[in-house]
């Protein structure tokens, strides 16, 4: 069924997702920095970005080189997902969250506050423990039309729920209602790569390998346009900390649970994988709420919101 056999192909693929996480963190940055210069210092921290904003986007060379270097950690994200189960390689990401906190503190010149660093250490650790625990019960099954069927289903729904509530609030959401959602559907994408490798490697490229690959078209652009809504109303460290929490957690539980990676884990393992899924959510909602930045764009929303009322 795989390509690759061996038990040091997933000390390769670990090393690719490290690679590929750091990369990420670097592109969060200048992604951020660009989404940050767009919108100006006096503008309003919460909501989405326009289409308009969006396009003279394509135009900075700190983005451009941004989306650059969030490419290339694509690029190693699969070619680690070639090599191991999804659930093994997919929270690795979260070393992106170490990078990009210290970046991002020396370049805006943040002082990260003891709660702050209280919550990254939950979302390593968390992170860390659940792929230590995954390492030891992940393994791959053939994968079938009825499990294909079910994860495009529960896409299908949930990007309904977040084209009706995002077309609804999207002026008025805030970074981590953003960050939740490119979450949970940069989740579905890793998934949804994962089905398409492991459907190549069965030999079975056909109509629903297809309609897998017309998804995760859909699912990135959309995550896409979720993710820089997220840089222009939050510090980029909050932007990866919820892609790289969020993102594995979801990917985890559909790996789990339909595509049936953790069949030999038992009751004390996905206890396990509870708590330290549970410290890693934390984490991250620590930071929503205390994070220097987060904090400071309070501040600045509360201004915006006097001048506008005087």
Sequence with gaps: MH??????????????????????????????????????????????????????????PRWITGILLTGVAVVFQI??????????????????LVVTSLLNARVSR??????????????????????????????????????????????TVILLIFVVVFARRGKTAKAIQFIIGAGVLYGFVAT???????????????????????????????????????????????VIAGLTVIDPMVAVVIAATILGEAHLANPLTFLFFVICGSAAILGVLLLSQFHPQVLLAKRKAALWSKRRRA
């Design 3 to 60: 390509m690759f056999t061996g038990f040091d192909n997933r000390f390769l693929a670990i090393g690719l997702a490290l690679i590929g996480a750091v990369a990420l963190a670097i592109g969060a940055q200048f992604q951020n920095d660009a989404v940050g210069e767009k919108q100006g210092k006096n503008q309003k921290p919460n909501g989405s970005l326009s289409i308009k904003q969006l396009l003279s986007l394509m135009k900075h």
């Design 79 to 96: 070619a680690s997902l070639s090599l191991a189960p999804l659930i093994v390689v997919q929270p690795l990401g979260a070393i992106a």
């Design 110 to 155: 943040t002082k990260l506050n003891r709660i702050t660093m209280v919550a990254i250490a939950l979302c390593i650790l968390g992170v860390g423990g659940f792929v230590a625990a995954a390492s030891t019960v992940a393994k791959e099954t053939v994968l079938t039309d009825n499990s294909m069927l079910a994860v495009l289903a529960i896409l």
């Design 192 to 238: 949804l790569t994962k089905m398409v490798i492991q459907r190549i490697y069965q030999g079975q490229f056909e109509w629903l390998t297809l309609i897998c690959l017309v998804m995760l078209g859909v699912t990135v652009a959309f995550g896409g346009w979720f993710v820089q809504s997220a840089y222009a109303s939050g510090p980029p460290d909050l």
